[in-house]
């Protein structure tokens, strides 16, 4: 996932050398819907990412640009991470996966709920949530 390492030109090859990993998106659905922003938070997280699997994937967000590193205001042990302006800009497609899957898959009933906001009104969910993730980022 080198930053500067491409298989070819194309558009969809390029951004799955970023983010195409079994765990990468994984992380940027943390960050954007449930929060985390600590290497602990994501450790938690029900897929259970091994931490020398998690610390490479974060490093490599970050050199994609996709995520920054803070310092953590209560800890000098911890750092956090927040996502990139670039990384907010996958929200869509992040949106889309999630309507796929449930149009294909069995999903919680819990997100059922969430995906039934955003299908009434897909776009202004979107930007809505953008606007609130954008926020963040500045606050």
Known sequence: ????????DCPISC????????????????????????????LKSAEGIATNILAARLQSL??????????????RAKVLYQ?????????????????????????PADLKALLKEAKKE???FIKTKTQQLIK???G
Do not use: C
């Open 83 to 107: 996502l990139t302006k670039k990384a907010i800009d996958l929200l869509p497609i992040i949106v889309e996966l999630y309507l796929w899957a449930e149009k294909h898959l069995d999903i």
């Open 122 to 124: 897909k776009d202004k």
């Open 62 to 75: 970050e050199d994609n640009k996709l995520i920054v590193k803070l310092e953590h205001p209560d800890s």
């Open 15 to 42: 951004s799955l050398d970023i983010f195409g990993d079994k765990w990468s998106l994984l992380i940027i659905r943390d960050m954007m819907f449930f929060a985390k922003s600590t290497y602990g938070d994501f």
């Open 1 to 8: 996932m080198d930053k500067l390492k491409k298989r070819s």
């Open 136 to 138: 963040q980022i500045a």
